[in-house]
């Protein structure tokens, strides 16, 4: 019998490393480059050391993309600061009310000059969101301004005003912000940061217009998906557990729905889109599914894929010329590595990109350091900060 127990308990001791990967090898990530040896990648990879070496998550369950996910989504950050913003609102064309919340720097940046990061947050996120305030004060204490996008209808505290919800494809608040930050502080030099859907609509944002580009300096897309369209059938899927997060992430968008539900469906609405059928939305079990219900009867499109290539950056990504940070994990659960092709794409023929995937992190974890507990700060936020300071000193 005590031999029986041993044999299972060595089985089960077995399963656990293969599931937690605890013998993978913590390596460096891959960088996909145009040119390693042009003047712009060599001063960046000087003045990045981050990028050349071994990103090591915490030993026991780091190297397991869905802990490093849940861990990300249950928690956020370790040892959350306190920041304190100030909010801002502006009414759009059609009524609906955006808000962002703008973070002054608690030191001097290393190089003279006046720099804010502009932040997309991932779906349904703001500026409250941990992983984001983490962000924030980190950066606040490198010198940097802050400007957060609060997507419509994700604060609780903040109602909607007219019947729409934020979306995957909409740069419209994105672009609100962009210029109230330019008219508050006209000399500042702009970074763009975008988070999963928010990196969406940062990249869409910036390759909708030449213009748009000129605002910045530098972008930076962290694990964004980049096709809506190829991404649909990849959502349904069972592998890696997709399906599962996905049914998830669709009570929680249901949640948002419901929390503004006299906005989005009241007499207002029905004067503005017609008679909905409520039943048929909240009845989704899928992103995919609910998106279909929700936007086909919300925004006006016939058709369904129109609206997931209005959607998608991937028709506009190689319309960016200005400097650009990309970062994906391959054991990313959300972003299966076919999706990343598009990246792959974008760098081999863009001078001034870096693409970076690391072979762990999950989908915004990137959490590093000890054995079961990680430092405060990130993989994700030291080498978007790298990345950043980079830029900074080449102006």
């Given at each position: 019998m ?32 145009k ?54 609102h ?15 720097p ?10 804010t ?5 991932g ?18 204490q ?21 019947p ?32 999963s ?23 930076m897309s ?79 499109f ?45 760098a ?18 990137h959490?590093e ?7 405060p ?13 980079a830029?900074?000193?080449?102006e």
């Open positions: 005590t031999e029986i127990l041993a044999f299972l308990a060595f089985i089960l001791l077995c399963g656990l490393v293969k599931i937690l990967n605890i013998t993978s090898p913590s390596l460096p990530p891959n960088l996909y480059l040119d390693r040896s042009s003047a712009f990648v060599q001063n960046i990879l000087a003045a990045c050391p981050i990028f050349l070496e071994a990103y090591v998550p915490p030993l026991i369950w780091g190297k397991c993309g869905h802990l490093q996910t849940l861990v990300y989504v249950k928690m956020g950050r370790v040892m959350l600061p306190v920041t304190e913003g100030q909010r801002h502006k009414v759009m064309p059609d009524g609906a009310t955006m808000t962002f919340d703008i973070y002054e608690k030191r001097d940046h290393k190089k003279v000059g006046d720099f990061a502009l932040v997309c947050p779906f349904g996120n703001s500026s409250e969101s941990p992983y984001i305030r983490t962000l924030v004060d980190y950066f606040q490198k010198g940097y301004r802050l400007a957060v996008l609060n997507h419509l209808g994700a604060l609780a505290d903040v109602k909607l005003t007219s729409r919800i934020f979306n995957y494809g909409c740069t419209d608040e994105f672009g609100m912000m962009v210029e109230e930050i330019l008219r508050l502080y006209p000399q500042t030099k702009l970074l763009a940061m975008g988070f859907m928010g990196a969406n609509i940062v990249v869409k944002y910036l390759g909708e217009s030449k213009l748009n580009q000129t605002k910045f300096i530098c972008g962290i694990c964004q998906g980049y096709d809506v369209n190829q991404a649909k059938p990849l959502l349904m899927e069972w592998e890696n557990l997709r399906r599962a997060y996905v049914f998830f992430m669709t009570e929680n968008m249901k949640l948002l729905l419901r929390k503004n539900y006299s906005i989005l469906f009241g007499e207002d609405a029905k004067k503005l889109y017609g008679p909905v059928d409520v039943d048929k939305i909240f009845s989704s079990t899928s992103l995919v599914e609910l998106d279909e219900n929700f936007s086909s009867q919300r925004a006006g016939s058709n369904h894929v129109d609206y997931y290539t209005w959607a998608s950056c991937r028709h506009v990504m190689n319309n960016i010329d200005i400097p650009m940070f990309v970062l994906n994990a391959e054991d990313d659960p959300l972003v299966p590595s076919v999706l990343q092709e598009t990246a792959k794409r974008y081999a023929t863009h001078d001034k990109c870096i693409f970076a995937v690391t072979k762990h992190g999950g989908h915004l974890g959490f350091g000890g054995i079961m507990t990680p430092a700060i990130t993989w994700l936020d030291r080498a978007v900060l790298q990345f950043a300071d830029i900074t000193m080449m």
